[in-house]
């Protein structure tokens, strides 16, 4: 999962061998119609039913640099409750990284992850140009959760 104050970026993939095969990439959008604690609920109740829907047992969720400028509150917060969530579901292996800890499980060096994250299609995966920075983070982080 890649975290944004407006959006959450999340894949399900699975890798057999060098293949990749991804079963579904998406974005939830945080509802701004909502206040806080509705939009952290709803968030909640949303991934709950997409890991049950896809039986997800292994999960990373991107988290914010060391070296970010500003934290935003809200992204802190849905980073937040997506932990609790996990910690109270089925996901038995789980792990928040930053992307030299993504590089580390997929066994690249951070340029390379950078440059994957860039646009490079490290691990050939159809339509890769297609997607957005964000999407490129969360089947990274889809691929090192099958490393856990």
Known sequence: ???????????????????????VIDKIIVPIALEIPDKLSFLRILLYTIINQYQIDHAIMRRIEDNSK???????NIEGVIQELISNCRIQKYRTCKLVQLGQLLEQEIKEIKTCV???????????DTYKKEERESVLCALAASEL
Do not use: H, Q
Not at 118 to 128: A, H, P, V
């Open 1 to 23: 999962m890649r975290v944004s104050p407006k959006c959450i970026f999340f894949c399900v993939a699975e890798r057999v061998e060098d293949e990749v095969n991804i079963l």
């Open 70 to 76: 500003t934290v935003d509150v809200t992204r802190t």
């Open 118 to 128: 860039e646009g490079n299609n490290l691990y050939e995966i159809e339509e890769w």
